[in-house]
């Protein structure tokens, strides 16, 4: 069973910065798709960033483009997620989610779920 354990969550103050870090079971990074989704109340959930087994390839939603960054560390079967310059309306519950390699990882419908770190931004 893959298992994702998300850490790094906090308050923080608009423009300022966190690293969300997804620590991920044996065989996960490296191999399988890996992304970032978050759902702020009364919200539906949303694709942040997602990144091909390889690292080669990386997605953003259109929001968090310029500000975001996703990387892994395949050696520490760890993914993160960079948020530089926050905003207010980055306030969600972020989730960290694997999937197996299909057409593409640039998809909602991944297989595997953390249980989500709380990203509070203040103004």
């Known amino acids: 069973q893959v298992q994702l354990v998300e850490s790094g969550g906090g308050s923080v103050r608009a423009g300022g910065s966190l690293i969300l870090s997804c620590a991920a079971s044996?065989?996960?990074?490296?191999?399988?798709?890996m992304g970032w989704f978050r759902q702020a109340p009364g919200k539906e959930r949303e694709g942040v960033a997602t990144i091909n087994p390889d690292g080669a390839r990386t997605y953003y939603a259109d929001s968090v483009k310029g500000r975001f960054t996703i990387s892994q560390d395949n050696a520490k079967s760890t993914v993160y997620l960079r948020m530089n310059s926050l905003k207010p309306e980055d306030t969600a519950l972020y989730y960290c989610?694997?999937?197996?390699?299909?057409?593409?990882?640039?998809?909602?419908?991944?297989?595997?779920w953390g249980q989500g770190t709380q990203v509070t931004v203040s103004s």
């Open positions: 989610a694997s999937n197996h390699v299909l057409r593409t990882c640039n998809r909602d419908d991944y297989r595997y």
């Open positions: 044996r065989d996960v990074v490296g191999r399988k798709c």
